[in-house]
């Protein structure tokens, strides 16, 4: 049986009520990198930044939607194409449209 380090996330199966909805908790998760800033990523990153979880940077193929969410998360515009050059973060969302998500995910191996 393998052992997870206290390091890697896991899943809680704790709850708690937030209005009519339920969170689920990821230990050991604090920070994230929204990769693609279209209508997904617009809505997304707030909700995870209202949750307590904080926005390290925001890539996007497309410079000025990734200034235009990034401004409204108060974090970084990451403009690399070399994923190994991404801020260290507990979670990698990836927001981007199906014809592209092949590159991008190509892209991430370097994470």
Known sequence: MKHKSSNEP????????????AVTLIENVTSFCMLGAGNVAWHLAPALQRAGYVPLGVWSRTKEH???????????????????????????????????LPVVADRMKAL
Request: one cysteine or more.
């Open 66 to 100: 990734a200034s235009q969410l990034a401004e409204r998360l108060g974090t970084n515009v990451l403009t690399t194409d070399n994923m190994a050059n991404l801020p260290k973060a507990d979670l990698y969302i990836c927001c981007v449209r199906d014809d592209v």
């Open 10 to 21: 896991s899943f809680s199966n704790t709850h708690e009520a937030k209005g009519n909805k």
